[in-house]
């Protein structure tokens, strides 16, 4: 397999599968990454847990439609060309 940026593609591709994947109930709360946590108060600067639990929601939320539609048209490229 050459590395190219097709390959690079679908590796972000998978990568932002992953992330949108995480269940919050049912895998993150496990480490303590559920839905309660990293709640700050007003004005305190958001933690990197905090950080990274709303780029994991706002992924989910977000790139709903669009992987579908990203995710369609990769396997049919790899249907088509191998």
């Not at 995480?22 to 709640?39: A, C, M, N, T």
């Not at 007003?42 to 950080?51: L, R, S, T």
Request: glycine share 10%; with cysteine.
């Amino acid at each position: 397999m050459a590395f190219t940026l097709y390959s690079l593609i679908q590796t972000a591709i998978l990568c932002i599968n992953a992330v949108a994947v995480l269940h919050e109930e049912r895998f993150l709360s496990k480490f303590g990454w559920g839905v309660d946590q990293g709640v700050g108060g007003f004005g305190d600067d958001p933690g990197v847990k905090a950080q990274i639990l709303t780029l994991i929601r706002s992924v989910r939320t977000v790139m709903r439609v669009p992987l579908i539609i990203v995710n369609a048209a990769c396997i049919v490229l790899l249907l088509l060309f191998g």
